[in-house]
Each structure stands twice: as structure tokens, then as C-alpha cells.
């Protein structure tokens, strides 16, 4: 599909349990701007910040006070506490690209998709990452080696009920391999762009074609 083409933009959502792969297959799209051209939703969260994240770019790590300042003033589209922390979507960001037809890519937990699902519904195309088995899901959070083994353990304790969610997902990947799960979400990202009911612009596209005169 041309760029010129106009085309509502989108907004993809991406869970999974702790563990499973999300982040790296985030950082993959967003790395591959060229090709996507995804813009990430950074989200608030009172969850205290890891050694390799930084300030504005991982999360906005705000103080529960702050939060519920946000969250009290409508400032986020979604929120939710997810493994005893607050985290939530603010609001302005997510609806400015979106109405400037940049496409939006949510790291988010199932209850924020639910969400996400029910007030933008046609906007919204949700992804849910599975691990390929319990133990390679317990090796790869502990192989990040950036949470404590408590914080750990609350994490493995939630992935069954989390896992338990992918039924409400328009798509569910296995992130056994790598390279092919990342594939997986960009041929996703492909096709819904060319969804029809995406592309208001093919009115005036069409009409230009039958409209061209032939020679
Ligand atoms: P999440 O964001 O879902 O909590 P991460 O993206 O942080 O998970 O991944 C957890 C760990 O698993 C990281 O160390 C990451 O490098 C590793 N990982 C991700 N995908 C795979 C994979 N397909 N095979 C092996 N290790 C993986
Ligand atoms: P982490 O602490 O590992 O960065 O994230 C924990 C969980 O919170 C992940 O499942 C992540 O997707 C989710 N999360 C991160 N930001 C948000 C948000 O803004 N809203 C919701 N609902 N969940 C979020």
C-alpha cells in the first residue's frame, strides 16, 4: 500500500507473562523503525526502575502519589496494578499519534488490553506472547538476572493466571525461536495495516483510478 494513501493508525498491543520475551520482541520492532515505523507508548509505573532502564525511555517512574494524581484526572486511557505495582497508559500521547496516523505499539498486561479492547475497539490489534514451556519461562527470568529471586517467584506465580488470558488476543505467538516469533509480529503488523476498514483513504484512491483517463 502507497504511503500516500491515507490509513488510520493502529494500535498494537503486545502481553504476555513476565518472562516470555515481550521487551525483546518490542525493542526488535521498534529497532527496525525503518520498516515499521512504530512508535512506543511509555508508560507510568511506581514500580522502582531496574539498573539498565532510563527515565522517559523504558517508563516515567512516578512516586503512588503521582500516580493516582494521573490517574484521578483521566490523564491515562488504561491502568492497572500488575505484580504490586501501579502501571498505566498516559492518555495525551497515545491519542495524539493515533490521530496523526503514526502507529502505536502498548507493552501492557492483560487487564490494561481488556481495556485498551473495549474503548478503542477497531483501533486496538492485541498480541499475546506464550513462553515454549514453564521451565524455559522460570530460566529466562532468572538468565535477565534484574529481579530479586522474591520478585522473581511473584512473577512465576502469576504467569498461570496471566496465561490464562490468551483467549481474549487476536494473535498468540510462541516465543521459541527468536528470530521467527519476531517475524511473526511484523507479518501481523503488515496485514492489519492493509485491512480495508484501516484505509479510508482508498475512497479517493479508487475514484482517482477509475477516474484516470486512458490514452
Ligand atoms: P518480558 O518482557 O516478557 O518480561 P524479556 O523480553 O525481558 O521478557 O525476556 C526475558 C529474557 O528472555 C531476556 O533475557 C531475553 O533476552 C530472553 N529471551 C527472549 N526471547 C527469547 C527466546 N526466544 N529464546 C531465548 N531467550 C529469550
Ligand atoms: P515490568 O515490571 O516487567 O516492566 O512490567 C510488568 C507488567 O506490567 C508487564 O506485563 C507489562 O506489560 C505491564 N505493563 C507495563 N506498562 C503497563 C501499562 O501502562 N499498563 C498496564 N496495564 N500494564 C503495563
Known amino acids: 500500500m502507497p504511503n500516500s494513501i491515507k ?13 516470555a520475551g515481550k521487551s525483546t520482541l518490542a525493542r526488535m520492532l521498534l529497532t527496525n523503525k525503518e520498516e515499521l515505523e512504530l512508535a512506543l507508548s511509555i508508560s507510568v509505573t511506581t514500580r522502582p526502575r531496574r539498573p539498565s532502564e532510563i527515565e522517559g525511555v523504558h517508563y516515567h517512574f512516578i512516586s503512588p502519589r503521582e500516580f493516582e494524581r494521573l490517574r484521578d484526572s483521566d490523564a491515562l486511557i488504561e491502568w492497572a496494578e500488575v505484580h504490586g505495582n501501579f502501571y498505566g497508559t498516559p492518555r495525551e500521547a497515545a491519542e495524539n499519534a493515533l490521530a496523526d496516523g503514526q502507529d502505536m505499539l502498548f507493552d501492557i498486561d492483560w487487564q490494561g488490553a481488556l481495556q485498551l479492547q473495549e474503548k478503542m475497539k477497531g483501533d486496538v490489534v492485541s498480541i499475546f506472547i506464550l513462553p515454549p514451556s514453564m521451565a524455559d519461562l522460570k530460566q529466562r527470568l532468572h538468565r535477565r538476572a534484574e529481579d530479586s529471586e522474591d520478585v522473581i517467584n511473584v512473577r512465576l506465580d502469576n504467569a498461570r493466571n496471566e496465561i490464562e488470558r490468551w483467549r481474549s488476543y487476536d494473535y498468540v505467538i510462541v516465543n521459541k525461536d527468536l528470530d521467527r ?15 480495508r476498514d484501516r484505509c479510508p483513504g482508498l475512497f ?12
Not at 7 to 13: F, S, Y
Not at 182 to 195: G, Y
Not at 206 to 215: A, G, H, I, R
Open 204 to 215: 479517493d484512491f479508487v475514484s482517482s483510478l477509475l477516474d484516470e483517463k486512458l490514452n
Open 181 to 195: 516469533a519476531f517475524h511473526e509480529v511484523q507479518s501481523i503488523v503488515t496485514a492489519e495495516r492493509l485491512r
Open 7 to 19: 490509513r488510520r493508525g493502529l494500535m498494537l498491543v503486545l502481553s504476555s507473562p513476565s518472562g
